[in-house]
């Protein structure tokens, strides 16, 4: 497989994991503000680095059906949101491929 290196994100503002502070997210990959996860606020954003993909599953959230994976750091393996693989409902859609980071899961490296 080989070696894995952390990428490391150039932004004004970027968010990292609590535990480990490995970069995640920039603040510019933000898609929206006003989503919930299991601890509460939670962020949906365009593109994560650093993050490792659980096999996919199907839930039922409070916005309908989806098929999402968690997702985890991979520096520390901490469980820090979710992927959107599969929206079922068609005002959904715009969510398939997109990341969710838990607000309580981060902290802002820069």
């Known amino acids: 497989m080989g070696l894995v ?3 490391y994100l150039n932004s004004d503002k970027i968010f990292g994991c609590k ?14 503000r006003s989503f919930r996860g299991q601890h509460g606020k939670a962020y949906l954003f365009n593109a994560v ?9 199907e ?11 968690d997702i ?6 901490d469980t820090v ?8 409902e068609a005002n959904e859609k ?3 491929g997109k990341y969710i980071l838990e607000a ?3 902290v802002q490296v820069f």
């Open 5 to 7: 290196y952390n990428t």
């Open 19 to 32: 535990t480990c502070k490995t970069h995640l997210a920039s603040h510019d990959a933000i898609i929206s």
């Open 49 to 57: 680095v650093n993050v490792s993909q659980g096999e996919a599953t």
């Open 59 to 69: 839930r039922n959230m409070t916005t309908g059906r989806h098929i999402v994976r």
């Open 72 to 77: 985890s750091c991979w520096q520390c393996k």
């Open 81 to 88: 949101g979710w992927k959107y693989d599969k929206a079922y």
């Open 94 to 96: 715009y969510k398939e």
């Open 104 to 106: 309580e899961l981060l």
